[in-house]
């Protein structure tokens, strides 16, 4: 079983960056599928990136795509999520997720597939 904290969210002007940290324990991420998801102020929950297990495999909405990145870095067992161009769009509570997925080049795309889950950091972006 693995724990999920995810970090790095404040208040950023429209046009800047934030890079949110989702830190595991219990388990190496490397042995995870990760995702990241967010859910605005009266909305349900959205899919914003995914990566493979192998991390060769990544999987973006298209309302972050060529903004946002995901990657990974195992000797500190930390999922990032680098996020440019904010947009007031982008306000939300993003969370981290974790799969141990069949094959290491599956990722997930559906909140209704991850086991875990972290508990959110607040992103806003002012206009």
């Known amino acids: 079983q693995v724990q999920l904290v995810e970090s790095g969210g404040g208040l950023v002007q429209a046009g800047g960056s934030l890079k949110l940290s989702c830190a595991a324990s219990g388990r190496t991420v490397s042995s995870y599928a990760m995702g990241w998801f967010r859910q605005a102020p009266g909305k349900e929950r959205e899919f914003v990136a995914a990566?493979?297990?192998?991390?060769?495999?990544?999987y973006y909405a298209d309302s972050v795509k060529g903004r946002f990145a995901i990657s990974r870095d195992n000797a500190k067992n930390t999922v990032y999520l680098q996020m440019n161009s904010l947009k007031p769009e982008d306000t939300a509570v993003y969370y981290c997720?974790?799969?141990?997925?069949?094959?290491?080049?599956?990722?997930?795309?559906?909140?209704?597939?991850?086991?875990?889950w972290g508990r959110g950091t607040q992103v806003t972006v002012s206009s």
């Open positions: 997720a974790a799969k141990i997925p069949l094959y290491s080049e599956n990722f997930y795309y559906r909140e209704q597939s991850y086991d875990y």
């Open positions: 990566f493979s297990k192998s991390s060769l495999t990544t």
